[in-house]
């Protein structure tokens, strides 16, 4: 048994199995039911509107199906036609059903073993911000013996994200049945949990702040401002911008907090810094990346008062606005982003 992931400060990925066996000298022929849901309506938790990832479980089976029968050892049922079979037999076509049935639809189907599942997946959000939450487990079992081959559970976390959360959680879990008893890389961006509920996400009826919460920083002599208005407009690179803080243009009370924002077809890098000892204050500069100049432009430099720093910078795609908020969860700043894609 085994997981891994690899760090974010928004996104979570991580997935375990245990395989008990697995096709050696032959392919197993096996069917994909659908994964089964939990009954669930949308409702309204402490500011948050909470709605059931609709038609999760089959969509989550389609690509397990589609993943696994890419691999070799094993020949995956049209997920169509084996709907129709059953269907036409009266059998069950999702859920687990009791080792009998799994046996008659072994046979119905002519196959060596049937993956079954269930997962529950939400979506969550208010104004301020939104994410997807999906959790799996799955398992083979064969028909004839009901013995299963092989498990596997997974969870994911996706916040503000236009990824296709159910494809990446599909992919992470085959990928780990693929890996036998070792462990396979995890995609980058991601970490392995906790994963706190959308209610633990937001504490309190304020907006969640799931994009930026740096641990406080090193403290050193206050300096303040040094030559703001010579910082470069242009940089080739986000570790060139990096190089640039705190030292030699702009220096503050310790190492700047920043964020990456490449997502709803914007390429945005922001950063921070608190310039003064004994006065609220952030300075920020946003930069967009140019695909044609292969540089990144300055967007926006302000200077936000009354904040230490910054509790949350995220695009809001409803507005196209870059949207600064507040130690408060005041938003404090928003800067249009027009045709910045």
Known sequence: MFADGCSSPRDRLDSMALVTDWPSDQVWRVAVLDFKIPPAEERIEEGLTVTPLTGSGEKLAAAVAGLLGEESGYLVVDRDLMLRTLRDNSLPTSGIPPAARLAEIGRVLEVDGLVLGRCDGWHWGNRYEWGERLKASLWLIMAESSRTAWSAEGKAVLIGSDQDIIQLLAGDMVKKLMAGSGKAQPPPGFSEGPYPSPIELSGTPSPPTPFIQPSPPPVRAPVGIDDMASLPDEFDSIDAIKRAFPEPKIKGLGDPASTHLNQYGYDL?????????????????????????????????????????????????????????????????EIPLGKQK
Request: hydrophobic share 30%; aromatic share 14%.
């Open 269 to 333: 890098f922001v950063i921070w810094v608190n310039p003064f000892s004994g006065r609220k204050a952030t300075d920020s500069f946003a930069y967009v990346y140019n695909s044609q100049t292969k540089k990144w432009n300055i967007l926006d430099r302000s200077r936000q008062e009354g904040e230490e720093s910054l509790r949350n910078v995220y695009i809001d795609p409803g507005t196209s606005r870059l949207i600064y908020m507040g130690e408060n969860g005041r938003i404090i700043r």
